[in-house]
């Protein structure tokens, strides 16, 4: 089964992420990071496929899947 993990000390909470996935349950964090944003994070991990759409769409690159 499909993960996503995701660095949440990198992550600027861009957004582009949530718009990639393809299930929609990847979200903005209500917590903040040490940097102050509100990182992504995954709503359901057992309903990811596995698509990597999320981590292509990163700019930072802080989102990987672990099959």
Known sequence: ???PV???ERCKGCG???VACRKN????SDS?????YHPATCS???????????AKA???????IHK
């Open 1 to 3: 089964m499909p993960k």
């Open 32 to 36: 903040l990071n040490s940097k102050g």
């Open 44 to 54: 359901d991990e057992s309903a990811c496929i596995g698509c990597i759409m999320c």
């Open 58 to 64: 990163c700019p930072d690159v802080v989102i990987e």
């Open 6 to 8: 995701f660095n949440q």
């Open 25 to 28: 349950i990847i979200v903005i």
């Open 16 to 18: 582009l992420c949530v």
